[in-house]
C-alpha cells in the first residue's frame, strides 16, 4: 500500500462507520459445527449456512453485554486492520444481527490460538522469535494508527502455521485510540500493567501504546518458558514484589538474586524483559522498534529447558494461561445459545469429512502468502435472504460518527 494510501487510512480509520444489520433468524439459516473460541463476550463459531452448505466461521456477540456501539466498533477496526497487514486476522465485510446477537465473519485460524498450542515448557526459541517478529510488526502497524490494542494475550493470537511462520492478532473488542479516557473494568490480571491494576473499578485512565508493550512482554515470556511471570502486577504478589526487587536493583553495586523463571532466560534476553515490562509506564517504551536488534541473541539460558526446579509454581504453568477455555464456561454457553432457540447440535458424522476437507484447503496448505497481491480481500458472507455470497472489498471507510477521546470502554 503506497504512503498516500496509509495516510488516508490513518486519516479515517478513527471515523466508525455504522449500517443497518440485516436480521437473521441464526436457528433457521444455520447449524453450529463447533464453538472454536470464547472471549469474555464473544464466541467464535464454525458453523454451516443450511441452504448452500456453505461452511464459515462466525463471532457472536451477545446483546446483553456489548452495546451496538462496541459491535460497530470492534467491526469496523478489524475490518479495517486486517486487509492491509498480514499478521492482522481478516475480517470480511459481512455483519447482521439475530434476537439475542450482534454478528459478523471473519478467516478461521485451524491451528487455534497460542493458549492451545504453548507446552509446558514453551514454544522453544526459534518459534518465540517467529511470534515476536510478527506480533510486533502487527503492533507496529495498529500503533502508526494512534491504536492500542489493549488486549494482546495468548488467547488473541492465533496460528495459521505449525511452525508458527505465520501468526494473526485478532479481537479488537478492547481497541481505542490512544490517549482516550476508558474505565478499568474485568482486565484479564495476568496480562494488566501494574499502572491499569493500581486503579479502582470503574476508575478512568488514559489507554496508551506502552500498555501493549508490556502485554508483548508477557506473551513472548510464557512463549519462551512455558509459565506466566507472576498472577498479577501487584505489590501483593510475591513473584512481582519479587521482580519490583530485582529489576530496581539495575546498577547497585551488590548483587541481588534473580526470580526463578528469569533464570530460564539469558543475559541479554533478561535486559530486554526488563525494558518492556518496566513497572512505570512513564519509563517504558512505546514501541517495539528496537526488538530487530534482539533477534540475533540467545534468548533462553543454556539448559533452560531442562531446569524444572525453576518453574517453581503450576498455578504460573498452563492452566493460567487462558480464563476462557473451561467446560463449565462451555456448557454455560450452550444454554446461553439453547435459550435463544438456536439447535446447538447436528449431525456430525455426515460433515465430519466436509469439516475436515474445509479446514485443510482453506487455511493448512502451506503457501507462499508474502507473495500474494496485497489489497483486495475476498470472504464468503451472508447477503440479504440468507444467500450465501461471495464479497471483495479494498479498506473503504465509511464515515458516519466518530470516535471521540471521551469514550469509555465495557468490560470484556
Request: proline share 4%.
Amino acid at each position: 500500500m503506497g504512503s498516500s494510501s496509509k495516510f488516508r487510512l490513518r486519516e479515517s480509520i478513527h471515523k466508525i462507520r455504522e449500517i443497518e444489520l440485516e436480521k437473521i433468524n441464526l436457528a433457521e439459516e444455520f447449524d453450529i459445527l463447533q464453538i472454536v473460541g470464547e472471549g469474555w463476550f464473544g464466541k467464535i463459531l464454525l458453523v454451516e449456512h443450511k441452504v448452500t452448505d456453505t461452511e464459515m466461521v462466525l463471532k457472536a456477540l451477545p446483546k446483553p453485554y456489548v452495546s451496538i456501539k462496541d459491535f460497530f466498533r470492534e467491526f469496523h477496526y478489524a475490518l479495517q486492520l486486517g486487509p492491509h497487514h498480514k499478521n492482522i486476522i481478516t475480517t470480511y465485510d459481512v455483519a447482521f444481527e439475530t434476537a439475542g446477537f450482534y454478528v459478523f465473519s471473519q478467516e478461521y485460524a485451524p491451528l487455534g490460538d497460542l493458549t492451545s498450542n504453548v507446552s509446558e515448557t514453551g514454544i522453544g526459541e526459534l518459534h518465540s522469535k517467529k511470534v515476536a517478529k510478527q506480533l510486533a510488526a502487527a503492533l507496529e502497524y495498529i500503533h502508526f494508527h494512534d491504536l492500542v490494542h489493549r488486549d494482546i494475550k495468548l488467547d488473541n493470537i492465533l496460528v495459521f502455521k505449525s511452525d508458527f511462520s505465520r501468526i494473526k492478532i485478532c479481537d479488537f473488542g478492547e481497541t481505542r485510540k490512544a490517549g482516550t479516557p476508558v474505565l478499568r473494568r474485568n482486565e484479564w490480571l495476568p496480562y494488566a500493567p501494574p499502572e491499569v491494576l493500581c486503579l479502582s473499578t470503574d476508575e478512568h485512565y488514559k489507554c496508551e501504546t506502552c500498555h501493549d508493550v508490556w502485554q508483548f512482554g508477557i506473551v513472548m515470556f510464557v512463549c519462551l518458558t512455558g509459565c506466566l511471570p507472576w498472577q498479577k502486577a501487584a505489590l501483593d504478589d510475591p513473584r512481582y514484589s519479587r521482580y519490583l526487587y530485582w529489576h530496581g536493583s539495575s546498577g547497585m553495586m551488590q548483587t541481588v538474586r534473580r526470580p526463578k523463571l528469569f533464570k530460564l532466560l539469558s543475559s541479554k534476553a533478561q535486559r530486554w524483559f526488563r525494558k518492556y515490562l518496566e513497572p512505570r509506564p512513564d519509563k517504558r517504551p512505546v514501541n517495539l522498534a528496537e526488538l530487530p536488534k534482539y533477534i540475533e541473541d540467545r534468548w533462553l539460558a543454556k539448559g533452560a529447558n531442562d531446569r524444572e526446579e525453576e518453574r517453581e509454581d503450576e498455578t504460573l504453568c498452563p492452566s493460567m494461561y487462558s480464563f476462557h477455555s473451561s467446560l463449565e464456561d462451555k456448557n454455560n454457553l450452550l444454554s446461553t445459545l439453547a435459550s435463544y432457540g438456536i439447535e446447538t447440535t447436528v449431525d456430525r458424522r455426515n460433515k465430519k469429512d466436509r469439516i475436515r476437507a474445509w479446514i485443510q484447503n482453506s487455511s493448512i496448505v502451506e503457501e507462499e502468502e508474502e507473495e500474494e497481491a496485497a489489497g483486495a480481500v475476498g470472504g464468503v458472507g451472508v447477503g440479504p435472504g440468507g444467500r450465501a455470497v461471495r464479497r471483495r472489498h479494498h479498506g473503504r471507510i465509511a464515515s458516519d460518527t466518530s470516535e471521540t477521546a471521551s469514550s469509555t470502554t465495557t468490560g470484556r
